[in-house]
């Protein structure tokens, strides 16, 4: 059974940075594309950056320029979403999604909080 697990969330001051961890357990899978998602309170949950397996980077035009998905150069199951440059209105729950051939997975979410 595969299994998504985030880390690094807290809070931040405006302009601060923070990066956020996934880390996928298992065996027997491949990720086609690994995805950062976040849901603000009363908001609908949104992407905001997606890597594929070739390195194909998208982000969602909020976050382009202060955000950076990336996969872990020593363990392949491993993603990062380092948030440069954080505003108040990027606080939220993010949640890491993982697309395999046969599935689609969530992780549980971790809260960032941008306040002063």
């Known amino acids: 059974q595969v299994q998504l697990v985030e880390s690094g969330g807290g809070l931040v001051q405006p302009g601060g940075s923070l990066r956020l961890s996934c880390a996928a357990s298992?065996?027997?899978?491949?990720?086609?594309?690994m995805a950062w998602y976040r849901q603000a309170p009363g908001k609908e949950r949104e992407l905001v950056a997606i890597?594929?397996?070739?390195?194909?980077?998208?982000y969602a035009d909020s976050v382009k320029g202060r955000f950076t998905i990336s996969r872990d150069n020593a363990k392949n199951t491993v993603y990062h979403l380092q948030m440069n440059s954080l505003k108040p209105e990027d606080t939220a729950v993010y949640y890491c999604?993982?697309?395999?051939?046969?599935?689609?997975?969530w992780g549980q979410g971790t809260l960032v909080t941008v306040s002063s």
């Open positions: 298992g065996s027997g899978f491949s990720i086609d594309a």
């Open positions: 999604n993982l697309d395999s051939t046969y599935f689609n997975i």
């Open positions: 890597i594929t397996s070739g390195g194909f980077a998208n």
